[in-house]
């Protein structure tokens, strides 16, 4: 090893024993094992980013410093978000991969087709260079099981979500001077009470310019609306992290896409939007444009959002005047949930070694994504650079964003800012978002306050209620199982997009809709998820 290489170590490993013992539970970091290798290794990695971040990852802090610590070069492959699915299911099917899949979200039923098929390699193997990671795992066994396939291996590494209130989701944030001026003390808590709030905020000039038309209610992206309304009319009622099927009252799975609450929920959407109280973008564009909303809410022209925290406001003036909404809004009959609430780790696996990763690299990059996972890890992962863009209170043990990264003189986004340092945001991190580490907004007060309250009405605090983890399924059914719901998700956007528009109307047409939804194999996907159900006593 090169004495230049040896003195850099040092110093890294100095500043690492720099940073102050954690309170938080949680793995230290053995810095004993770095480098990870005495010459340096290239390996190639494709990566979803968002459009709050640069694509070149070589000019970020934290990257930066990986490759110091680890001495291993990322070749970065940067998929735009809005290209995420597209892209990892072209890549998949053809089996051009990279070495490594980072932020590419792949689905538990992806996993177990391709790592069936040897695509993806079994990180099990590698359980005793993997400590950090398999203490969250012990720690927090649904996240094992959502990402232990039924041959028993694991393909790749989930992000594990300790905090409640990183698992709510997205939800409405309101303006304190938009309340008053409708008249509403509090925010709406049913979904009349909302429907006419945003009527009599329909018309007024809030920025102060005419030219731009007032946005009563804006998203990035429809489907956002239609989780947070979901508890509201009764549906998905086991929770986010398993999509397509919720439980009858006899035990039984349902297709909730197809049920008399969905016609209702898509029944309600339809009205907002017909009526000029939903940004019309949100059905202009067929991706996701969270840049979009930012300019619209931090310019005063959005009066009420959804997001996973208020961070669209972050560093505007709009900011102190967040108002955020604390339950869920009341159904029409009665119904009152937070079901837009996920099981403590995500679905997908968000770092996957494959099969093109030379077998001489795959336990270094399995050591490699171990210290993700590790406090020192999530530190830098998620805040940075101590003294730049976070600091550290040692009398209270709290740490913090900096002024820099919250009080962007230029008025960016917080996420913008950061991203210099980190690459987080946008989620599907390989890592563990902990509420004393992760300060993204969903840790905010306003945010916390929204979760504090909607923690009451979540789909285990409903009786006989509970959470579901996705299914696992064989390699030969998860392929089945993945055609179907790719199916599925391609015909749901396409006919939310005609009901709510009005191109389609939501009694003429809802039979056609349904049995369009059967000819994809409706009752064979229920007919699994029915197996699953029998066999893991639900």
């Known amino acids: 090893m090169k004495k230049s290489v040896v003195a850099l170590l040092l110093a890294l490993m100095m500043l690492m024993a720099c ?26 990695m494709m990566h979803m980013y968002t459009d709050v971040m640069p694509a070149d990852w070589n ?10 610590l680890t001495n291993v070069h990322i070749e970065f492959i940067p998929v735009p978000a809005s290209d995420r699915a597209t892209t990892l299911n072209l890549r998949l099917g053809s089996g051009d991969l990279p070495d490594i899949l980072f932020k590419m979200n792949v689905s538990s039923t992806q996993a177990s087709q391709y790592g069936g098929e040897g695509m993806l390699v079994d990180l099990s193997q590698y359980k005793d260079v993997m400590p950090n990671f398999n203490y969250w795992l012990d720690a927090y066994p649904t996240a094992r099981n959502a990402v232990t396939q039924s041959d028993g291996k694991i393909y790749g590494c989930p992000y594990i979500l300790t905090g409640y209130a990183i698992r709510m989701g997205d939800r409405f944030f309101f303006n304190r001077e938009v309340l008053d001026y409708a008249g ?147 159904g029409f009959n009665g119904e009152k949930a937070w079901n837009a609430y996920s099981m403590p780790a995500s679905t997908g696996s968000n770092f996957c070694i494959t099969y093109k990763c030379p077998e001489e690299y795959r336990e270094i990059m399995a050591k490699w994504a171990d210290y993700f996972y590790s406090l020192e890890g999530i530190v830098a992962y998620f805040m940075g650079e101590e003294g730049e863009s976070y600091t550290y209170d040692a009398a209270t043990d709290t740490y913090a964003l900096t002024d820099k990264i919250l009080n962007d003189p230029e008025g960016r986004n917080f996420e913008s800012v950061q991203s210099a340092w980190c690459t987080w945001a946008g989620g599907a991190n390989p890592s563990c978002a902990t509420n004393e580490l992760f300060k993204g907004g969903e840790t905010w007060p306003v945010s916390l306050e929204s979760a504090a309250g909607l923690i009451n009405y979540t789909p285990d605090k409903q009786e006989g209620g509970t959470v579901w983890a996705p299914f696992i399924f064989s390699s030969d059914v998860a392929s089945e199982v993945s055609s179907m719901t790719t199916d599925f998700d391609t015909y749901l956007g396409e006919w939310v997009a005609k009901f709510v528009t009005g191109e389609k109307d939501v009694d003429a047409d809802w039979d056609e809709y349904v049995a369009g939804f059967n000819a994809l194999g409706v009752d064979d996907y229920l007919a699994l998820i029915n197996e699953k159900i029998e066999a893991l006593g639900l």
Request: net charge negative.
């Open 19 to 44: 940073v102050p013992s954690l309170a938080v539970e949680g793995p230290k970091q053995d810095m004993s094992i770095f480098p990870l290798t005495d010459e340096k290794i290239t390996v190639t």
């Open 59 to 68: 000019t970020v802090w934290f990257w930066q410093q990986l490759e110091k």
């Open 184 to 330: 509403f003390e509090n925010p709406p808590k049913t979904l009349q009470e909302f429907h006419d709030y945003l009527n009599k905020i329909k018309d007024w000039d809030y920025d102060g310019d005419p030219s731009t038309p007032t946005l009563p209610l804006t998203m990035s992206e429809w489907e956002e609306l239609e989780y947070l309304l979901t508890g509201s009319f009764g549906v998905m009622n086991r929770g986010s992290s398993n999509y397509w099927a919720d439980q009858n009252a006899d035990g039984t799975a349902r297709f909730w896409h197809t049920a008399d609450g969905y016609k209702e929920l898509i029944r309600y959407y339809a009205k907002l939007f017909q009526e000029g109280l939903i940004d019309p973008d949100t059905f202009a564009k067929n991706t996701s444009d969270f840049a979009g909303e930012i300019e619209k809410c931090q310019s005063g022209k959005a009066l009420t959002y959804i997001f996973c925290n208020n961070s669209p406001v972050s560093g505007s003036k709009y900011e102190p005047l967040t108002v955020p909404m604390t339950e869920p809004l009341e």
